[in-house]
């Protein structure tokens, strides 16, 4: 995407969470994931709870139009803010047993559990099924809404670091520099050495 269609998009507002408070709810919970469509590595969920007195941190926004490091900057900006979020993720391993689908919601689940609030914005078309609040699904919401972008980044930022760190210990994957996407590299990869540990084996991998 060039930068001038950036400039040109609008940036995530609290609108709705401010109309949200202006309706008695106290704590709005924005969630989102990341890395559901990769051929390797977790699911990760964010849970950001967005309360009056949050501040309008500027440059949030959707974390794929983000650079890494604009992202990291955001996230440490946000963490120093003293937001309140939590974050939890699903392995391969349970990806494989219930499908990444259910796992992403699992995650979901998890985490705005830990965290609570009062309503739930989640991204996508689909509101979490088992949860005990109010929820709305918006499509795309991280494009939209100020909680949900939050969540998009300090969930980006969190799984990336995770493959960095992965990309140690299988340092013949590349996953420093695909995240475990399929990408042209991984899929070069995956035909040398075949799938590791990290691999979800349900999904259609070609060798």
Not at 6 to 30: A, C, N, W
Not at 89 to 102: A, E, S
Not at 163 to 183: I, L, N, S, V
């Amino acid at each position: 995407m060039s930068l001038l269609l950036r400039s040109r998009m609008k940036f995530p507002t609290q609108t709705l969470e401010r109309k949200l408070f202006h309706d008695g709810y106290s704590s709005v919970i924005g969630v989102d994931e990341v890395g559901m469509g990769c051929l390797a590595g977790p699911v990760v969920v964010c849970a950001v709870a967005v309360s009056p007195g949050t501040p309008n941190i500027a440059g949030i926004r959707d974390s794929k139009l983000l650079s890494p490091q604009q992202r990291e900057t955001l996230a440490h900006t946000l963490k120093q803010s003293g937001i309140r979020f939590q974050i939890s993720l699903c392995y391969p391993k349970v990806i494989d047993r219930i499908n990444i689908y259910q796992a992403a919601r699992k995650a979901m689940r998890r985490a705005v559990d830990k965290l609570g609030g009062d309503i739930v914005l989640v991204d996508g078309p689909h509101a979490i099924a088992g949860l005990n609040l109010p929820q709305r699904a918006i499509v795309k919401g991280d494009q939209k809404v100020f909680a949900i972008a939050c969540a998009s980044i300090l969930a980006k930022v969190h799984r990336d670091r995770m493959m960095m760190r992965y990309a140690k210990r299988f340092p013949e994957y590349g996953f420093e520099r695909h995240k475990g996407y399929g990408t042209k590299l991984h899929h070069a990869a995956l035909a040398a050495h075949g799938p590791c540990e990290l691999h979800r084996k349900s999904f259609t991998i070609a060798i």
